[in-house]
């Protein structure tokens, strides 16, 4: 559910929050009751219009106010819709008569090639007392070299051990004495070693469960530990990390085309020294490069919070429409891009109400997209910077003829501004400026998925968790959600990287970044 005063979405399907539900209740009861008054109000000045005389207003005003009266109408319905069901910005794929159905498939799904697992050959024979043929009563031999083989995915356990561990010492003649070393553990006189640690993070911040839940999974295994001390294991590893996580975003930061979004993330629970409850209603900021992501959690939306992103960045910064961007643009030395994505979903929307107006703008913004597939498909076999040249080609033909095409039509068409038409308009005209870079700078994507896409990490933990519970939880979020997204980006299994940035801020060494490990694998 998403209202013009409440911008947060609601999926009233998957929600469980009694709190949020009650608030998704509320906001759509206003909302009905907002658009209600309306109607009543352009039902009375069309009958106003009705009793006068044709020739004292016109035929052009009596149609506006029809036209705006069918919006009210059908927008009502479409919110009345969303509360029993739900909403969903995929657009509806029209069925002609001459589509048949999809033959179903009887085959079965195909066996997942299993390479990177240890084999482990078993025997089976049989009991001794089963040695009698069931046939003549007579004795069963084994038929030698002669066997059914089958392959069995089969699982060991998890298990923890306790382990005394005794360290030899050794002494010289001299006085001088040396103590072998012990099993690395992320504080010296700490219990617990740095591999459960890792587990713990990777728990968290890569599985995204709750701290809660592990315990009593870990409970399960014969382990009895609290919570705490597992948060204990985080913080820590979260402290160890946080230089690499800062030179990571200076780097992002330097890239020539960045990729900025947003989303809310609750601070629940946390006081200040004074006592006081901070806001719940803090923010996830991400920023994605060519080396990662970074996210930064902050107390709001607003310019400040955005800024310490974006402080750094001098090239191209592509984002949604959301304003902050557009303000930061104007007083830090970065260009602003949008995506065409946000575009698409506007005129997505406005199909139900206006199909014959939006439904070209939809279809045109869908041949930018194919053109854009179309040129990854020949970028596989040739060099970045062929690929590049290609690109620049390709959009400065094809794609600026269409993106001209739609500034014409969007010129050309008069609506009401509060209308769903209206309003993708609105968002067409007010961000065109951003929405003609991609054509002239072939390193700009098109769409702003891929920041998208590294959100969702972070969202599923949110939800998981329902946020953070204190500012120093909030530090330990950013810094290990930003390492391990962007590990899984560089194509590095996270939990080798976090072990090996640990042996090196254990040892005083410089710590690396993901890729940076993904360059030393390859």
């Known amino acids: 559910m998403r209202t013009a005063d409440n ?71 479409k919110r009345r819709s969303e509360a029993l069901s739900g909403g969903s910005e995929r657009r509806p794929r029209k069925k002609s008569p001459e589509d048949k159905p999809k033959k179903v498939s009887r085959k079965g799904n195909k066996r997942t090639s299993q390479s990177q697992l240890p084999t482990e050959e078993v025997a089976t024979k049989l009991d ?38 005794k360290q030899s010492k050794y002494r010289c003649r001299c006085g001088h004495i040396e103590t072998a070393l012990g099993i690395p553990k992320l504080t010296p006189n700490g219990r617990y070693t740095v591999e459960f640690g890792v587990q713990v993070a990777l728990a968290k911040f890569c599985d995204y469960l709750p701290l809660d839940r592990l315990q009593k999974m870990m409970e399960r295994c014969g382990l009895h530990i609290t919570s705490q001390t597992l948060w204990d ?92 961007y557009g303000s930061l643009a104007k007083t830090h030395p970065f260009t602003l891009a949008h995506d065409w994505t946000h575009v698409r979903r506007y005129f997505i929307n406005a199909e139900d109400t206006d199909p014959e107006a939006a439904t070209p703008f939809v279809e045109e913004i869908g041949k ?15 060099t970045d910077q062929e690929a590049g040249v290609h690109r620049a080609k390709v959009r400065a033909s ?18 009401s501004k509060e209308s769903p038409m209206g309003k993708a308009l609105t968002y067409l005209k007010n961000r065109w400026k951003g929405l003609l870079v991609y054509l002239t700078n072939p390193s700009v994507p098109i769409t702003s998925n891929a920041v998208e896409r590294s959100l969702r990490g972070p969202v599923l933990g949110r939800k998981n968790s329902l946020g953070s519970r204190s500012e120093r939880g909030i530090h330990a979020a950013s810094v290990l959600y930003s390492l391990i997204e962007s590990a899984r980006l560089s194509g590095v299994e996270p939990g080798h990287y976090l072990r090996t940035a640990l042996r090196a801020a254990l040892g005083k060494e410089t710590i690396p970044l993901p890729h940076e490990v993904a360059i030393t694998m390859a």
């Open 7 to 77: 911008p947060t979405v609601i999926d009233l399907d998957r929600e469980s929050d009694p709190e949020r539900l009650r608030l998704a209740a509320k906001l759509l009861d206003a909302e009905v009751l907002r658009l209600q008054h309306k109607l009543k109000d352009a039902s009375k000045l069309l009958a106003i219009i009705a009793a006068r005389d044709a020739d004292k207003l016109g035929d052009d005003a009596d149609k506006h106010v029809q036209q705006r009266l069918k919006y009210l109408e059908i927008e009502l319905a």
């Open 128 to 165: 001794s007392a089963d040695l009698g043929c069931p046939c003549c009563g007579g004795q069963l031999k084994e038929w030698v070299g002669k066997q059914d083989a089958s392959e069995v995915v089969d699982v060991m356990g998890t298990h923890y051990v306790l382990k005394l561990v």
């Open 233 to 324: 294991q985080i913080y820590m590893i979260a402290n160890l990390l946080s230089p690499a996580k800062d030179r990571l975003l200076k780097l992002l930061q330097g890239n020539d085309v960045v990729i900025a979004d947003e989303t809310r993330w609750p601070l629940l629970g946390a006081r200040t020294k004074a006592g006081h409850r901070p806001s719940k209603n803090w923010c996830i900021w991400a920023i994605v490069g060519k080396e990662g992501v970074v996210y930064e959690i902050q107390s709001s939306r607003d310019n400040g919070a955005g800024a310490i992103l974006l402080a750094g960045v001098h090239g191209v910064v592509l984002a949604d429409g959301y304003g902050v």
């Open 368 to 382: 930018l997209f194919g053109l854009e597939s179309e040129i990854d498909e020949v970028a596989k076999g040739k």
């Open 398 to 415: 094809e794609s600026k003829a269409i993106v001209t095409r739609i500034g014409e039509m969007a010129a050309r068409i008069r609506t």
